[in-house]
């Protein structure tokens, strides 16, 4: 396995350079003469050198930005093609005579185009392999961490998936039959049942001046004899009967109300109690009053010290961009949010963009109102680094960032400072670092 280390240098017009170095020796010509004729758009373009018997090969970045500022809570469909964007171009890599192990299985070498449709990778054109099977289980366990989607069952079939023996294509394709069933046809109710036809119809005759015949009923031959019973001997039912009640018939009889027997008057002269007295004044001894040692106890209890708030009360809970004091402050008069907390929740940067009517749920930590045209919808990223210091990225936005109205190179990132004035674009969203 070959030994490489990436270093990363800043260009003012090509922004972000990064700089692999290897033993000559281990150069993989075939590979590297297959890139030149046709480079496939899941790898990021290098420039190849050699220097005192070494390859050195430089990766420019361009409009590429981190695939860490795009993580978050997807949808189904859109979890699915981020899963088949993140490994079909091992499976498909063959094609250019390029391996597997190859590429570099970094998180943080994972980069995206503007659009947000291609993952690229690094690639190393070496003979040995840069990388073991390891990594590659490495990478897919924190994408899968760091990435989520709103359908728990299909996120649980990721994660167990993974755990197992991973296999990328017998992964994507499990993807993709969730996928497939999720999308089937709908269930569409069967046609109501045609009623058999009467086969009875016609067999009688219809009589004139008789009622039609009802189905599974005989009808009347002319020469039947007809006979109607009458059930009531020929007696009318009596009008004076007394009629049974019940759900949907007449009413029933009134039960006779209990008389209320009338209580005694109360008062102290057998009058009337008065509801709401409006003065009641009592004296030294009357029963409530408050003597003089209860008012000196109430007085010591009021100038206690109140106890301490308990520190896990939700009431008190700060988050963590509280605490530190990390807040973008508005210094415009646009109407715009007055001020923006920042926090890095799960160690991933806090990203900020303009909400996206298209998608329909948030993509960055922070969003602007849909109206808000100058911000893009993937603007600037904020992280901090190693040495604790903030700072942050433009994400190839359409309108720029500017610190101190100096307008950032693309992809490379700008220490903040305490003070910094920070505008998004040209729309007035100025702002003020304040940690």
């Known amino acids: 396995m070959i030994r490489y280390q990436i270093q990363t240098q800043y260009d003012v017009s090509a922004g972000a350079v990064l700089t692999v170095r290897f033993p000559e020796a281990d150069m993989d010509h075939k590979a590297l003469y297959t890139l030149q004729a046709d480079w496939p758009e899941f790898l990021v373009p290098f420039r190849y050198r050699s220097v005192d018997g070494y390859a050195e090969c430089s990766y420019e970045l361009a409009n590429r930005s981190k695939l860490q500022y795009r993580f978050g809570n997807r949808p189904p469909k859109e979890y699915v093609e981020f899963w088949t964007q993140v490994l079909q171009p091992l499976l498909d890599c063959d094609d250019w005579f390029l391996k597997p192990l190859s590429f570099v299985l970094d998180p943080d070498y994972l980069y995206i185009d503007k659009a947000g449709k291609t993952i690229s990778y690094l690639y190393i054109p070496a003979v040995p392999d840069c990388v073991g099977y390891e990594a590659l289980r490495e990478?897919?366990?924190?994408l899968s961490q760091k990435n989520s989607t709103t359908d728990q069952q299909l996120e649980n079939q990721v994660l167990r998936a993974i755990m197992q023996d991973f296999n990328p294509r017998v992964f994507l394709q499990m993807l993709r039959e969730s996928q497939s069933r999720e999308a089937g046809p709908r269930w569409t109710p069967p046609a109501p049942k045609k009623k058999p036809e009467d086969l009875s119809a016609?067999?009688?005759?219809e009589i004139p001046g008789k009622p039609p015949k009802r189905p599974g009923e005989r009808q009347p031959a002319p020469d039947d004899v007809v006979v109607h019973l009458d059930n009531t001997g020929g007696k009318r039912p009596d009008k004076k009967e007394e009629k049974q009640g019940g759900i949907f018939g007449f009413k029933k009889n009134k039960e006779p109300k209990p008389s209320k027997e009338k209580s005694p008057r109360k008062g102290l002269f057998g009058g009337k109690e008065a509801k709401h007295p409006s003065e009641i004044v009592l004296g030294a001894g009357a029963p409530g009053a408050v003597s003089p040692a209860m008012r000196r106890e109430r007085d010591l209890v009021s100038m206690q010290p109140v106890p301490p708030v308990d520190e896990d009360d939700e009431v008190t809970k700060l988050t963590p961009a509280e605490v530190a004091g990390r807040c973008l402050r508005l210094a415009s008069n646009a109407p715009l949010?007055?001020?923006i907390p920042v926090d890095?929740?799960?160690?991933l940067p806090f990203t900020i963009g303009r909400f996206d009517v298209s998608v329909g749920m948030r993509q960055s930590s922070f969003e602007f109102d849909k109206q808000t045209e100058a911000v893009s919808r993937h603007h600037a990223a904020i992280e901090q680094g190693m040495d604790g210091v903030c700072q942050i990225t433009d994400l190839s936005s359409s309108a720029g960032t500017f610190i101190n109205g100096k307008r950032l190179t693309p992809n490379v990132p700008h220490p903040l400072l305490r003070g910094d004035r920070i505008s998004f674009g040209t729309?007035?969203?100025?702002?003020?670092?304040?940690?």
């Open 139 to 142: 990478m897919v366990t924190v």
């Open 202 to 205: 016609g067999l009688y005759p």
């Open 337 to 339: 949010p007055q001020s």
């Open 344 to 347: 890095f929740q799960g160690g």
């Open 427 to 435: 729309c007035g969203a100025d702002y003020i670092w304040e940690e």
